[in-house]
C-alpha cells in the first residue's frame, strides 16, 4: 500500500506545486490546501500503513493485542492539520487584506510594496 | 558569592522604582550605600586571601550540559572586585550630582548597578561558560551606558561601534574558551590552570590562544580595536569614569592576567602580547598628547594604560606582574579621578575641550588640587603611587627575557609623551591664563557630591605612595594569582639611583619640553593624523561596515526579488537536487522497493480517488469546482485514515474540512475569480516543474518506507500508555501527556494564527483605507 | 444571512446543545477512546459555526458568553498552569500527576493533570478557530 501512496503522494505534490507557482492568488490558497494534505499523507505513509489495528489499548488491558498503527506519527499529523488550518486562514486573510489594499490578482505585481 | 553578584542585579531592578520616591540629590548616596557594602565584605576577605586561601562556591546552573554557576575569590578576583566597588561607591555618589536634574536617571542607575554585577561575575566567576556569559552582560551593558542619550546619532554610533567590536571579539573569546575547556578536560578555571603542560602541548594551543587573545584584545582596546574606546566618550562622565578607568575595558586584562599561568610562559605569548601591547602603548600615548578634546585625552590615556598592561602580563616575569597589578591600581585610581575632575570642569563651565579653558585654579581650587595630585600620579612623579608602579614598570621592562630593548625604548617613550600630557591634563585649565574665551555656560559650583570621588583618589594615590605598604598585602595576592604561585610585592618610594630613575629624569625634561611646545607638537603630527583618516583602523573599520551594508544589500535584491515563483523555484529546485544527490549516491545502503502486494480493489479506487481529485482541483476553470475537488480530497483522504487505523485523525479531518469549506467560503469568493495570467509555454515549463517535484517525493517516500535505520521510538509510548500515561487512546496520551510541552508549543501557534488573523481584520492601518 | 429556511433554523437550535455536549463528551473520553481536546474543540468550533451561519453572528456570540479571544487566553493560561504543580512537588515541568476521588454516585474517578491540559487544548481550539470565523463573518 506504501508503494501506491507513494504515488499518490507524487501527484499531490505535484499539483500542489504547480498550483502555487501560478500567479493568481486564489489558485495560490488552493495549491496551500493540497501541499497540506500532501505533507500529512506523506507523514502517515512513511510511518508505516496497517489495517484495522488503531492505537487503542483494550479496555482491561497494559498493552494492546499485537502490533497497532504507529501512535506518534498519528499525534504528530492530528495537531498538523489542526495548524494546518490555523495557517490557512492566516494565509487567506493575509491574501485578502494585500488584495484590498493592491487590487490586484496577479502575484508578480503584488510585489515591490515594501520597497 | 553568588549573592554578591546576584543582589547586584536584584539592586538595579529596584532602581528605577526607588529613585522614583527619592530626591536625586540623595539618590545617588543611598545607591552607593550598595557597593560600599560589597566593597567592605570584599576587604574582609583580604587577609584570608593574601594567606594564601581561594575561595570557591558552585552552584548546578544548566546541569545537563555540565555549566555550573561557579565562583572563585583569589588575589587577583579580589583586586578587581575592591576596584569595582570601591571606584563603584565614589561613581554613583557622582552621578546623582553630576545628572541630577536628567529624566532617566533610574534608568542610568539601573544600568550602572546591572554593569558592576555583571563585573563582579566576570572577576568572580570560576566556570568558563559563565565567565563568558557575563563578559557578553558587561558588552551589553556598557552598550546601553554609552548609548545613554540616545536622542543622538552620534552617541547611537559609537555605542553600537563599540558593540560591533566588544561583541564581535566575544565571539571569538567563546569559541577560545571552549576549545580551552576541552583542551584542558574542565571548564573550571581553578583547575585549569593547573594544566599549563597539558595546554600548551595541546595541537590546536595557538588558535586557540589567538582566539582567546581577540576577545581580550577588542574589550581593552588594543591596537588596532583601540578607536572604540575614544568614541565611547560620546557616553555621561559618570559611565566613562566607571567604565573606561578601572572596569569594562580591564576584563580584558584581567583575562589575560588570570590565563597567565596557564597560557603564558612561551613565546606566542611574549610576543603577541609584549609587541600589541607596547604598540598600543605607544599608539594611545601619542594620540593622547595631540587631542585638545578633555575627555579624548583620558581616553587615549586609557589606551596608553592598557598596552602597558597587556604589554607586562606578556613578559610575564615576576616583577613584571607585581608591575602590571601595581600599574592598575594607580591606573584606576588617577583615572577614575580624572575622569570625574573632567566631568566638574563640564558641569561647572561647560568646557569640553583644553582650548576652552584656562586659569580655573582660582574659581575650583579643590578640584585643582586633586587635579595636580593625580596628573602628578599620571605622569609617575613622586611622591605619588603612579611613580612606584612607573618605577616598576621601567625595572620590569628592562628584565624582559626577550626583546628588553624594544619594550625599553618604547616604554621610555610613552614615559616622555605620559609626562607631556600630565603636564596638560595638570596645569593647562588650572594655572594657564591666556586671552580667555567666554565659557560656554555660566559658572556652576560642583559642590561635595562631585568632588568626592576626585579628592578621595588623589589622596590614596598619595597616601598608598607614601606608605606602599598598604596595598602590598592585596598586590602581592593578585600577582601570585596572575603567576600561579606564591609572588611577594615589595615596593618603595626609593630605590635608589638606577637605570630606571635615569630613564625616568630624562623622560620628565624631554616631556617637559614637550609641553611647552605643544601647539607645535601638534600641527608636525597633522600628517599622521591626515594618513590615518585615509586608512587607520577605523577607517578600515567603517569601510568593512560599508561593504557588508551594501553586500547585504546587493544580496537581498537578488535573492529577495519579490516574486513568489522565484523563491518556490529556488526552495524546490534546492530540494530536489539535494535529495536526488543523496538518492543517487546512496551512500548508505538506501533502496528503493515497490511492492503493490495485498492492495485491495477498493484501496486503489480510493487511490484514484486522491489523485483525481486533486488533478480536477488544478484542472477546472471555477473557484466553485475547485473547492468543490478540495472537499472530495479532505473527505477521502479521511477515509484513508478510517481504513489505516487512525480513527482521531479521520475526525479532525473530517471537521477541518467542514471548517475550510465555511472559511474559503466567507473569504475566497470575496476574491476574484480565476484568470490565465501566464502563457503557454511557461505553463508547461511549471507542469514540468511540478512533476519532477512530485516525482521527487515518490522516489523519496519509496527510499523511505524501504530503508529504517534504526527502531522507532513509538513503541515505548505503546507499551506505556496504560501503566504510566493512565490512558488507553495512545495518540490522546501523547498528546497531552508523553508530549504535551510540544502540544503547549502547538496550541500557542495556533493562537498566534487566530490572533494575527484578527489583527489583521480588525486594526487597521489609518493611511490607507 | 437572513434567509434561510425555517428547517435550518429549527433544526439548528436543537443540535447547538447536543453538539456542545457532544464536544464535551468527546473531551472527556478523549483519553479512553477516539477523542481528546483538539477533536472535542474542533466539534464546538463547528457547532457554533453552523449557529452563525442559521441565526447571525450576535446569536453566535450570545451563545459563547465570552469573546472567543478571551478563551484563547484561558485556554493557554489552563495548559500552562497544569503544567506547573508538578515543578512544586520537585519533578520536572509537565510530569503528569494523577490522584484519584470517590464521588458518592460515580464511583472512582481518576483526575490528573493531562485532563486539565487536554481541557486547555480544547479552550485554545475552540476560541482559535471561532475568532477566524467569527471575525470573517462579520467582515463580510
Known amino acids: 500500500m506504501e508503494t501506491l501512496m507513494a504515488f499518490v503522494i507524487g501527484v499531490l505534490y505535484a499539483t500542489a506545486t504547480y498550483m502555487m507557482l501560478r500567479r493568481s492568488i486564489v489558485k495560490l490558497v488552493i495549491g496551500l490546501v493540497l501541499l497540506s494534505n500532501a505533507a500529512n499523507l506523506l507523514l502517515f505513509t512513511t510511518a508505516g500503513m496497517m489495517r484495522g489495528a488503531p492505537p487503542l489499548v483494550p479496555e482491561g488491558a497494559l498493552q494492546p493485542e499485537g502490533p497497532v498503527a504507529d501512535p506518534l506519527a498519528q499525534a504528530l499529523i492530528l495537531t498538523a492539520i489542526v495548524i494546518g488550518f490555523g495557517v490557512l486562514a492566516f494565509a487567506v486573510v493575509l491574501i485578502r487584506r494585500a488584495y484590498d489594499v493592491v487590487r490586484a490578482d496577479d502575484i508578480n505585481r503584488m510585489k515591490g510594496t515594501d520597497t | 558569592m553568588l549573592l554578591t553578584v546576584l543582589s547586584g542585579f536584584f539592586v538595579a531592578a529596584l532602581a528605577p522604582l526607588v529613585h522614583r520616591h527619592i530626591p536625586p540629590r540623595h539618590s545617588g548616596l543611598l545607591f ?445 595576592a593578585a600577582a601570585s594569582a596572575a603567576a600561579g604561585h606564591a609572588v611577594v610585592a615589595e615596593l618603595a618610594l626609593w630605590h635608589g639611583v638606577n637605570t630606571a630613575l635615569v630613564m625616568s629624569i630624562a623622560a620628565l625634561l624631554l616631556g617637559t619640553l614637550l609641553f611647552c611646545n605643544w601647539g607645535r607638537w601638534r600641527s608636525m603630527t597633522d600628517a599622521g593624523e591626515r594618513f590615518a583618516r585615509r586608512l587607520g583602523p577605523e577607517r578600515l573599520y567603517a569601510m568593512g561596515m560599508e561593504a557588508l551594508v551594501r553586500f547585504s544589500a546587493w544580496q537581498t535584491r537578488v535573492l529577495q526579488n519579490g516574486y513568489l515563483r522565484y523563491y518556490l523555484m529556488t526552495t524546490l529546485g534546492t530540494m530536489v537536487v539535494l535529495v536526488m544527490a543523496a538518492l543517487s549516491m546512496n551512500l548508505s545502503g538506501i533502496r528503493i522497493a515497490m511492492d503493490f502486494s495485498g492492495v485491495a480493489f477498493y484501496e486503489y479506487v480510493i487511490a484514484a480517488v486522491l489523485a483525481a481529485s486533486s488533478i480536477a482541483a488544478v484542472l477546472t476553470n471555477e473557484r466553485l469546482g475547485a473547492v468543490a475537488a478540495l472537499g472530495a480530497l479532505g473527505f477521502t483522504v479521511a477515509l484513508t485514515y478510517v481504513m489505516f487505523s487512525a480513527p482521531d485523525l479521520a475526525i479532525t479531518q473530517v471537521l477541518v474540512e467542514t471548517l475550510t469549506v465555511i472559511l474559503l467560503v466567507l473569504v475566497l469568493f470575496r476574491l476574484p475569480g480565476f484568470l490565465k495570467l501566464s502563457s503557454r509555454p511557461l505553463r508547461l515549463l511549471d507542469a514540468l516543474t511540478a512533476v519532477i517535484v512530485g516525482g521527487t517525493f515518490t522516489v523519496l517516500i519509496l527510499a523511505v518506507t524501504a530503508t529504517r535505520y534504526f527502531p522507532s521510538i513509538s513503541q515505548y509510548f505503546v507499551e506505556h500508555a496504560v501503566s504510566d500515561g493512565f490512558g488507553r487512546n495512545i495518540v490522546n496520551v501523547i498528546l497531552v501527556d508523553f508530549r504535551g510541552l510540544d502540544t503547549l508549543g502547538e496550541i500557542a501557534v495556533l493562537s498566534l494564527a487566530a490572533i494575527g488573523i484578527f489583527a489583521m481584520l480588525k486594526l487597521r492601518s489609518g493611511g490607507q483605507e | 444571512m437572513n434567509q434561510q429556511s425555517l428547517i435550518l433554523r429549527t433544526t439548528g437550535r436543537f443540535l447547538l446543545p447536543l453538539l456542545l455536549l457532544f464536544s464535551l463528551f468527546l473531551l472527556l473520553r478523549g483519553h479512553n477512546e477516539p477523542g481528546g481536546g483538539f477533536i472535542g474543540g474542533l466539534v464546538a468550533a463547528a457547532a457554533v459555526s453552523l449557529h452563525l451561519f442559521v441565526m447571525g453572528t450576535n446569536a453566535a456570540r450570545r451563545v459563547l458568553r465570552l469573546t472567543p479571544r478571551d478563551l484563547i487566553g484561558w485556554g493557554l493560561t489552563t495548559g500552562v498552569l497544569s503544567a506547573v504543580p508538578s515543578t512544586l512537588l520537585g519533578e520536572a515541568f509537565f510530569t503528569a500527576l494523577w490522584f484519584e476521588i470517590t464521588l458518592p454516585l460515580l464511583g472512582e474517578l481518576k483526575l490528573g493533570t493531562p485532563l486539565f491540559f487536554d481541557l486547555g487544548v480544547y479552550m485554545v481550539v475552540v476560541g482559535s478557530v471561532l475568532t477566524i470565523v467569527l471575525n470573517l463573518a462579520e467582515e463580510s
Open chain 2, 32 to 476: 552607593a550605600l550598595f557597593p560600599a557594602c560589597l566593597f567592605f565584605y570584599f576587604a574582609q576577605q583580604l587577609p584570608a586571601i593574601s594567606a594564601g586561601a581561594m575561595l570557591l562556591e558552585s552552584q548546578p546552573w544548566v546541569a545537563g550540559l555540565d555549566i555550573r554557576l561557579s565562583f572563585m575569590l583569589d588575589g587577583l578576583s579580589l583586586l578587581f572586585a575592591l576596584l569595582i566597588t570601591g571606584i563603584g561607591t565614589f561613581i554613583l555618589i557622582y552621578t546623582g550630582r553630576y545628572l541630577g536634574d536628567h529624566p532617566a536617571l533610574g534608568r542610568l542607575y539601573a544600568l550602572l548597578l546591572c554593569f558592576m554585577a555583571s563585573m563582579l561575575g566576570l572577576v568572580l566567576s570560576d566556570n568558563l561558560i559563565g565567565l563568558f556569559v557575563f563578559w557578553e552582560l558587561t558588552s551589553i551593558t556598557s552598550y546601553l551606558l554609552i548609548g545613554f542619550n540616545h536622542e543622538d546619532a552620534k552617541t547611537r554610533a559609537a555605542a553600537l561601534q563599540g558593540f560591533f567590536i566588544t561583541a564581535g571579539g566575544g565571539l571569538a573569546l567563546m569559541t577560545g574558551l571552549i576549545l580551552l575547556g576541552l583542551a584542558g578536560g574542565s571548564f573550571e578555571l581553578s583547575q585549569l590552570l593547573s594544566e599549563r603542560e597539558a595546554l600548551q602541548a595541546h595541537p590546536l594551543f595557538l588558535p586557540m590562544l589567538l582566539l582567546i587573545l581577540v576577545g581580550a584584545f577588542t574589550k581593552s582596546a588594543q591596537y588596532p580595536f583601540h578607536f572604540w574606546l575614544p568614541n565611547a566618550m560620546a557616553a555621561p562622565t559618570p559611565v566613562s569614569a566607571y567604565l573606561h578607568s578601572a572596569t569594562m575595558v580591564k576584563a580584558g586584562v584581567y583575562l589575560l592576567a588570570r590565563l597567565q599561568p596557564a597560557l603564558g610562559g612561551n613565546d606566542a605569548w611574549l610576543w603577541l602580547l609584549g609587541l600589541t601591547g607596547a604598540i598600543t602603548m605607544l599608539m594611545g600615548v601619542y594620540l593622547a598628547s595631540r587631542t585638545t578634546g578633555i575627555k579624548q585625552m583620558l581616553a587615549y590615556s586609557t589606551v596608553m594604560a592598557l598596552g602597558t598592561l597587556t604589554m607586562l602580563i606578556g613578559i610575564g616575569t615576576e616583577q613584571a606582574l607585581i608591575a602590571a597589578m601595581a600599574f592598575l591600581l594607580a591606573h584606576a585610581l588617577y583615572k577614575g579621578a580624572l575622569f570625574m575632575i573632567a566631568g566638574v570642569i563640564d558641569f561647572s563651565t561647560g568646557a569640553k575641550d583644553f582650548l576652552q579653558t584656562g586659569g580655573l585654579a582660582r574659581q575650583l581650587p579643590i578640584t585643582a588640587a586633586a587635579a595636580v595630585g593625580t596628573a602628578l600620579s599620571l605622569a609617575g612623579l613622586a611622591p605619588m603611587f603612579g611613580f612606584i608602579a612607573k618605577e616598576t614598570m621601567l625595572e620590569s621592562v628592562m628584565g624582559a627575557p626577550a626583546l628588553a630593548v624594544v619594550f625599553s625604548v618604547a616604554a621610555f617613550l610613552s614615559a616622555t609623551l605620559g609626562i607631556t600630557i600630565a603636564l596638560v591634563v595638570g596645569i593647562w585649565p588650572w594655572f594657564i591664563r591666556r586671552d580667555m574665551p567666554e565659557l560656554p555656560t555660566a559658572f556652576r559650583s560642583p559642590g561635595p557630591a562631585l568632588l568626592a570621588g576626585p579628592v578621595v583618589l588623589a589622596l590614596l594615590g598619595l597616601g598608598f605612595g607614601l606608605l606602599p605598604a598598604l596595598p602590598e598585602q592585596a598586590l602581592s
